[in-house]
């Protein structure tokens, strides 16, 4: 079954996983399975997000990340240092493409261990050229 998107979900990650490549793609591995199909994207963007708001504890120094609220609005133009990955139908429903695409984003990146910062925007295209 095909799900229906109502624009982009974001998934905020932390510096663990973002900056290891394996455990990256398990997480994007996950989402997939929680979006309905382990397989696809099942027609849903993502927006994966570095977590970047933090809060530290004044007895003991720990950091911890700040959760996000429901009530925060999705961003509708995303900027600054991220990193928008367009997905054919093809791509978006293929479990062993978007493994593919995962290898050749982190070698883009410029890191093949992890994704160096990068927030990352996968969007499935709709636009066809005639």
């Known amino acids: 079954m095909k799900r229906v998107s109502k624009g982009a979900i974001r998934l905020s990650i932390p510096a663990k996983v973002a900056y290891n490549a394996d455990t990256f793609r398990k997480s994007v591995f996950n989402l997939l399975d929680e979006l309905g199909c382990p397989k696809c994207f ?13 809060l530290v504890n ?4 720990s950091v911890t990340p700040i959760e996000e609220t429901a009530n925060l609005a ?13 997905l054919s139908q093809e ?11 995962l290898k050749d984003i982190f070698e883009e990146i410029g890191c093949l261990a992890c994704c160096s910062g990068q927030d990352i925007f996968f969007q499935e295209q709709f636009e066809r050229n005639f």
């Not at 099942?42 to 933090?54: A, K, L, P, Q």
């Not at 999705?74 to 367009?86: A, D, M, R």
């Not at 479990?95 to 695409?101: H, Q, S």
């Open 58 to 61: 004044p007895s003991d120094l």
């Open 74 to 86: 999705k961003p509708i133009s995303f900027q600054g240092n991220t990193l928008n990955v367009g």
């Open 42 to 54: 099942s027609g849903v963007d993502c927006y994966f997000t570095n977590i970047r708001d933090y």
């Open 91 to 101: 791509t978006a429903y293929n479990i062993d493409k978007i493994e593919v695409a």
